[in-house]
């Protein structure tokens, strides 16, 4: 099925850097997720955007929601060792009206060096 | 809140056996709920969507014979993996979305903790 291009693929950091990672998508979207999924876990919902140009934070993390609405990233600032997971954004098509499934990228696998 | 729990979190059974995994909406009613699955360091795979009371939409190539969903209430759905084999083995996710009209993070996916599935 549809995929969503997200990059980098796996990122090894020191603690305290900041993060980046995006997703970009040939298709429009109306909605952009990203949630953090730890080992042997389910997903977690991170930040929720709705609106192009939106920008949301929650607590050290921040997204956008890109203008073209094609792409969104998420930054992490002085990142620590509980950051470390699998980060997947997601997005909804609205070409897809009210069945509203999620696309997910294939993830940014985050490593933090104490 | 939104919390979603799967049970059991995980299974191990012989090739031939039937196993079945249950999916709640643990404080909310959810419209729809979703089952994936995941293969070791690999995204969510969208296997089938279901409303309560109604039949199951499965994705392309998920064999619906295979693959039993059963959407009882608002806040039960189950998937029974029938004459599981090996190739069967995977981790096993579920997510619920809100009922209502109020939009937004309210009515978005939230997922289960998995069940990861071995089949021998």
């Known amino acids: 099925g549809q995929q969503l291009n997200q990059s980098p693929q796996s990122m090894f950091i020191q603690e305290g850097e900041d993060v980046s990672m995006n997703c970009t998508s040939s298709s429009i979207f109306n909605t952009w997720l990203w949630y953090k999924q730890e080992p042997g876990e389910g997903p977690v919902l991170l930040i929720a955007l709705y609106k192009a140009g939106e920008l949301t934070s929650n607590g050290r993390l921040t997204a956008q929601f890109g203008i073209t609405r094609k792409d969104s990233f998420l930054n992490i600032s002085a990142s620590i060792p509980s950051d470390v997971g699998i980060y997947f954004c997601a997005g909804r098509n609205a070409s897809r009206g009210s069945q509203g499934n999620l696309i997910f990228g294939k993830g940014t696998k985050l490593s933090v060096k104490p | 809140g939104a919390v979603v729990s799967q049970h059991p979190s995980w299974v191990i059974c012989k090739s031939g056996t039937s196993v079945k995994i249950e999916c709640r909406s643990l404080?909310?009613?959810?419209?729809?709920m979703f089952w994936y699955r995941q293969f070791p360091k690999q995204s969510l795979m969208l296997m089938a969507t279901?409303?309560?009371?109604?039949?199951?939409?499965?994705e392309q190539g998920v064999e619906k014979d295979k693959f039993l969903i059963n959407h009882a209430s608002l806040t039960l759905s189950t998937l029974t993996v029938t004459s599981a084999h090996p190739e069967d083995s995977s981790f096993y996710i579920c997510?619920?979305?809100?009922?209502?009209?109020?939009?937004?993070?309210?009515?978005?996916?939230?997922f289960g903790p998995g069940t990861r599935l071995t089949v021998l």
């Open positions: 404080d909310f009613q959810a419209t729809t």
């Open positions: 279901s409303n309560e009371g109604s039949k199951a939409t499965y």
């Open positions: 997510s619920a979305r809100r009922r209502g009209l109020a939009g937004g993070v309210y009515n978005e996916q939230f």
